[in-house]
Nanobody, 120 residues
Framework: QVQLVESGGGLVQAGGSLRLSCAAS????????MGWYRQAPGKQRELVAR???????NYADSVKGRFTISRASAHNTVYLQMNSLKPEDTAVYYC??????????????WGQGTQVTVSS
C-alpha cells in the first residue's frame, strides 16, 4: 500500500504563485510516473502535469509555460510550481502516483486533494 500526503494549496490573487508538494510512502518497488490532476466545480478531472521515472514531463496546454513539475526520487516526492496563476486555475488538485510491483503489476494511488483558489 502507498500513502500520499499533499500540501501547498491556498488562496492567492491572480498573477501570484503557489508550490504544491506530494510525498509518497509505503511499499514501492518502482514508480512509473507521478503527476497532478485537478477538478474544478462543475467540470471533470483533468491532467495538469505528469513526469515519468526517466524525467520526461508533459503538461496540459492550458498550463504550459506557467507550471513546472519536478521530482525528487530519493524521497518519492513530486512538486508542482505554479506561476502566473489565473482564476481558471481554481480547483482541487490531486496527486497521482503510478507504481509497478516486482511482478510487473501496475497500480495507481491518489492523494486526498488540496484546494487552490485564485481570486481576480
Amino acid at each position: 500500500q502507498v500513502q500520499l500526503v499533499e500540501s501547498g494549496g491556498g488562496l492567492v490573487q491572480a498573477g501570484g504563485s503557489l508550490r504544491l508538494s506530494c510525498a509518497a510512502s509505503g511499499s514501492i518497488f518502482s514508480i512509473n510516473a507521478m503527476g497532478w490532476y485537478r477538478q474544478a466545480p462543475g467540470k471533470q478531472r483533468e491532467l495538469v502535469a505528469r513526469i515519468t521515472g526517466g524525467g520526461s514531463a508533459n503538461y496540459a496546454d492550458s498550463v504550459k509555460g506557467r507550471f513546472t513539475i519536478s521530482r525528487a526520487s530519493a524521497h518519492n516526492t513530486v512538486y508542482l510550481q505554479m506561476n502566473s496563476l489565473k482564476p481558471e486555475d481554481t480547483a482541487v488538485y490531486y496527486c497521482n502516483v503510478q507504481t509497478r510491483s516486482s511482478l510487473g503489476f501496475v497500480y495507481d494511488y491518489w492523494g486526498q486533494g488540496t484546494q487552490v483558489t485564485v481570486s481576480s
